[in-house]
């Protein structure tokens, strides 16, 4: 073990929060083990709204609800109108022009990753040059 006069201040208090923790779990292992049973678990608060502020969260609901399902009496044009479609005319002139744009568009070429035959020649023949000098030094690896 360390000379506890050597240690650093940070950890020092590294230690001393460990020790803290052991102490913890100690106690709580010593109160199950003595017929408390209960481990203490934090309890969080849940926030809790006034019933004036729920009312009126539930009114703005109520008055949202026909606009989205477009039921019952609504304010917007939108929604009086009915859903938006597109007719066959414009579906078919956007079709029309989707295939104009990608018969222009051409695929990309793969490029070829693999070395012409004299790279790969100079590469066989450094590889060759450098085992002859490692072979005439005496030596079985590079």
Known sequence: MTNITELTTRQLHRILAIKEQIETLQSHIESIVAGGGDIPIPFKAKRRRSAAVRARMAAAARARWPKIKGTGATTSKAAKKGKRRLSAAGRAAI?????????????????????????????????????????????KTL
């Open 95 to 139: 079709i029309a022009v989707t295939k104009a744009r990608w018969a222009r568009v051409k695929p990309a070429k793969k490029k070829d990753r693999r070395s012409s035959p004299a790279v790969r020649a100079k590469l066989a023949a450094a590889a060759r040059a450098r085992w002859a000098k490692v072979k005439a030094e005496g030596r």
